[in-house]
């Protein structure tokens, strides 16, 4: 597989400079490697960035974590709190079209690296800011990650159930949401940069706000109405039908028919045509009222049949429904494997390795995955310096003092 961008990406020609560690920023940057852009990671010189360690499980002793990040990426170790250093993220940085960083709050100002200084030298550099809590306000300068992001951001107070702690999601959602503002941010300022007047912008994507932003109508509703929406289990308060449904099999089935037509369809699968006209569930307001009662009728006819033969029902009679897949069920679903979403990969550590394919879909310049990622830190090091003009001596040097 080849280490370089990813040709023909709607990206490509773009490069980017990643100077972020673990998974929110990272993220940032897989997004973009996915679609052509050149990213060039900078590392730790030694240890690398931690996700090349993380995680429990592991295979022939290697994580495999670090491939599901780090593809598409070609890694430069630097030493960052070293002068020497900071001159090379400098020079590299000239060239660049983007810098994507999620240190705490002042740490590029620190080292000489903040946005008033990197914009004299590549005016039409876009920073990238990925934070806890964003660059501003009374709680910038504390440290953030997802788990506090998620719980401050509203989300975490609104899932599980009424009677129980609000439990986290089973990923770092968080970093991944705030990970995709930031893609949408970088790409809105590369637009209005080439388009407009060739200057770069500051890119400030906080954890806690991307959080935020996902809880629909909650501030209107707590604003005009004084409602707080509190856990409601596996469904939505109000929502119905919207839930899982027991099958024959003990598994569950997710059937969404809410919509007053979609109702319909659902009732006539079931053979209970009537309860479409019922009041009790005539229209939205009333199926939300009701929506115990509701459950337990749908709840009953689905527990009479199997997942195979509740789907084909459902199917036929077009109302929106879907069983719950294991990572198991996913690799193995046809589905998932015609649309290309599971890659099986070539790679000198693994030999081949299944990881997720590119979404979206783009017809005429799509994403691919070129290979899984520099094994060492630093793979990339005589490559990236030698471009900007340092010699095999200098270079030696540069190892020698620890700044590469």
């Known amino acids: 597989?080849?280490?370089?961008?990813?040709?023909?990406?709607?990206?490509?020609?773009?490069?980017?400079?990643?100077?972020?560690?673990?998974?929110?920023?990272?993220?940032?940057?897989?997004?973009?490697?996915?679609?052509?852009?050149?990213?060039?990671?900078?590392?730790?010189?030694?240890?690398?960035?931690?996700?090349?360690?993380?995680?429990?499980?592991?295979?022939?002793?290697?994580?495999?974590?670090?491939?599901?990040?780090a593809r598409n990426k070609k890694s430069l170790t630097v030493n960052l709190r070293e002068p020497a250093g900071q001159e090379i993220i400098r020079k590299l940085l000239i060239t660049a079209d983007g810098l994507v960083e999620n240190f705490k709050p002042g740490t590029l100002e620190r080292w000489g690296l903040g946005p008033e200084e990197l914009h004299k030298i590549n005016p039409g550099l876009i920073i990238v800011r990925v934070s806890g809590y964003g660059q501003t306000g009374p709680y910038s300068n504390r440290p953030g990650f997802a788990s506090v992001g998620e719980a401050m951001g509203g989300?975490?107070?609104?899932?599980?159930?009424?009677?129980?702690?609000?439990?986290?999601?089973?990923?770092?959602?968080?970093?991944?949401l705030t990970a995709m503002f930031a893609v949408e941010g970088f790409l809105m300022a590369a637009y209005w940069r080439d388009a407009r007047n060739?200057?770069?912008q500051i890119i400030d994507a906080s954890i806690?706000?991307?959080?935020?932003?996902?809880?629909?109508?909650?501030?209107?509703?707590?604003?005009?109405?004084?409602?707080?929406?509190?856990?409601?289990?596996?469904?939505?308060?109000?929502?119905?039908?919207?839930?899982?449904?027991?099958?024959?099999?003990?598994?569950?089935?997710?059937?969404?028919?809410?919509?007053?037509?979609?109702?319909?369809?659902?009732?006539?699968?079931?053979?209970?045509?009537?309860?479409?006209?019922?009041?009790?569930?005539?229209?939205?307001?009333a199926r939300g009222d009701n929506d115990l009662e509701l459950d337990r009728i749908i709840g009953e006819w689905t527990r009479s049949l199997s997942m195979e033969g509740l789907s084909s029902i459902l199917e036929k009679h077009g109302v929106v429904h879907g069983p719950i897949l294991s990572i198991e069920d996913i690799a193995k679903d046809p589905h998932f494997n015609a649309r290309e979403m599971i890659r099986e990969i070539e790679d000198d550590r693994f030999g081949t390795l299944k990881v997720p394919g590119v979404t979206p879909k783009l017809s005429e310049t799509p994403g691919d995955i070129g290979w899984l990622?520099?094994?060492?830190?630093?793979?990339?090091?005589?490559?990236?310096?030698?471009?900007?003009g340092y010699d095999e001596e200098s270079l030696e040097e540069l190892r020698q003092n620890g700044t590469i």
């Open 1 to 69: 597989m080849s280490d370089q961008a990813v040709p023909g990406g709607p990206l490509a020609g773009l490069k980017v400079i990643e100077m972020g560690q673990l998974i929110a920023g990272p993220c940032v940057g897989s997004r973009l490697a996915d679609f052509g852009a050149e990213i060039i990671k900078v590392e730790t010189p030694g240890s690398g960035d931690p996700m090349r360690e993380w995680g429990h499980h592991r295979y022939e002793g290697k994580t495999l974590w670090w491939p599901t990040l």
């Open 155 to 176: 989300i975490r107070y609104i899932n599980g159930f009424p009677d129980q702690p609000p439990p986290r999601f089973g990923i770092s959602l968080g970093d991944t």
């Open 208 to 285: 806690v706000e991307s959080c935020f932003s996902m809880l629909e109508s909650s501030l209107p509703e707590y604003d005009k109405c004084g409602i707080i929406r509190r856990p409601s289990g596996t469904g939505l308060t109000k929502i119905a039908p919207s839930n899982i449904y027991p099958t024959q099999d003990d598994t569950y089935m997710v059937i969404a028919a809410n919509l007053d037509a979609m109702f319909g369809r659902l009732c006539t699968a079931m053979g209970q045509v009537e309860l479409a006209t019922d009041p009790r569930f005539l229209d939205h307001k």
């Open 198 to 200: 060739g200057k770069g």
């Open 373 to 388: 990622g520099p094994s060492k830190p630093g793979q990339h090091n005589t490559e990236v310096l030698g471009a900007l």
